[in-house]
């Protein structure tokens, strides 16, 4: 007889319930279902929760950074630099607005840029730097806000997986030129899809509220709350990457539940680390010395003598029935990429080879934690 089969243990479920399902139906009961009252009630909390002076809402953290870089006016001729150890949209975005991607290398330990690294590839044609807050771990935005500000570069931090992370006691994005934030279900508060730009310069705000909307100087909302018609122009060639008000009704509800799910995850992450503390060969991400993490990724680097490569490792978590998912990618190593000059990135190659990511989510057990350790334990001493 065999044992019955154990549910499999994913990577990432969202916590999502009956509060974000009523939320959802009452705005499709409301009538209004495009960007409307919800969403400029989510953009006011979720600015509120950041500490920033304006929330725009966007479709996604990729049309987020798509606009932040139009509003910095970049385009043919300029260079930005990004890490190449990063989702691909990072990258992408630059391309976009026509400018040059420069890949800058991270620090082994936190997965980020850092001065020393975007100096390194800084040249007279770089207008900006987007520094990712990787997997959650907040990079050293103080010292790069700084010698940013001397160089004269725009600095644009990368918060898709941030929300609830902190450098110096503070959210991630506090004080940030532009901050770009995403809702998709992989990371921390979900909206299905969806992003947010945020931003303390009014002027910007206003720009980017324009060019999410067509380029329209009058919001379709505020054109239907108007007693008297509103004609509306067209200033500039925009875009449509509106949220819904579907959708800002769900993120409204998760913004409350925020502060549960990072405690929820930094528990787990503990334990995780507690846990693995024996297990030679492998190590856990950590918060930096200068913040803490949310552990929207709790991601554990192999050791080069590792007696399996990490693959071998993916596929015994698979055949254990535990869903973990390869280290974070590099663009420069993508086809999309091929034949783009890049200064070579050994430490960028080595996390994207050798690191895993291991499941964590609200409602996961203690039991089902220790399936995942018992399984990195046979691995570690065959
Ligand atoms: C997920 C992610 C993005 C893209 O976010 P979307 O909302 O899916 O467009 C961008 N940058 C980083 C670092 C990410 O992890």
Not at 238 to 251: E, K, L, P, S
Not at 312 to 330: D, F, K, N, Q
Request: hydrophobic share 45%; with cysteine; charged share 20%.
């Amino acid at each position: 007889m065999s044992a019955p089969a154990l549910a499999r243990i994913p990577v990432m479920i969202p916590w999502l319930g009956a509060e974000e399902a009523q939320a959802a139906a009452d705005a499709v009961l409301s009538g209004w279902v495009a960007q409307g009252p919800r969403v400029a009630a989510f953009e006011a909390a979720f600015a509120e929760r950041v500490g920033a002076g304006h929330g725009i809402a966007v479709s996604s953290c990729t049309t987020a950074l798509h606009l932040a870089l139009v509003a910095l006016d970049l385009g043919p001729g300029d260079e930005v630099i990004v890490p190449s150890l990063s989702f691909i949209a990072t990258a992408n975005a630059v391309r976009y607005v026509g400018a040059e991607p420069v890949f800058a290398e991270v620090d082994l330990t936190t997965g980020n840029v850092t001065a020393a690294t975007v100096d390194a590839v800084r040249t007279e044609r770089t207008r900006a730097v987007i520094a990712v807050h990787q997997g959650g771990v907040p990079a050293d935005v103080h010292s790069l806000r700084d010698r940013c500000a001397g160089w004269g570069l725009a600095l644009v931090e990368d918060a898709a997986c941030a929300i609830g992370s902190t450098v110096g006691g503070s959210s991630v994005g506090r004080g940030a030129l532009l901050a770009a934030w995403s809702f998709h279900p992989r990371k921390v508060v979900t909206t299905g899809e969806g992003g947010m730009i945020t931003t303390d310069d009014a002027q910007w705000a206003q720009r980017l509220r324009r060019l999410r909307e067509h380029g329209m100087n009058a919001s379709a909302a505020q054109r239907h709350a108007a007693t008297t018609p509103v004609l509306e122009s067209y200033l500039e060639v925009g875009f449509n990457y509106r949220m819904t008000d579907i959708q800002a009704a769900v993120g409204l509800v998760q913004l409350g539940k925020l502060d549960e799910m990072v405690a929820r995850r930094r528990a787990l992450a503990a334990r995780y680390d507690a846990l693995l503390r024996d297990v030679p060969g492998l190590r856990p991400v950590r918060d930096p010395a200068h913040g803490r993490s949310n552990f929207q990724s709790y991601w554990v680097l192999l050791a080069e003598d590792f007696p399996v490569g990490r693959d071998e490792v993916l596929a015994a978590l698979s055949a254990a029935g535990v869903s973990a998912r390869r280290g974070i990618m590099a663009a420069h190593l993508e086809p999309a990429y091929a034949g783009h000059p890049h200064i070579p990135l050994p430490v960028t190659e080595r996390i994207s080879r050798d690191s895993l990511i291991l499941p964590v989510f609200h409602t996961m057990t203690e039991e089902q934690q220790d399936r995942v350790v018992a399984v990195l334990r046979e691995q570690a001493a065959p």
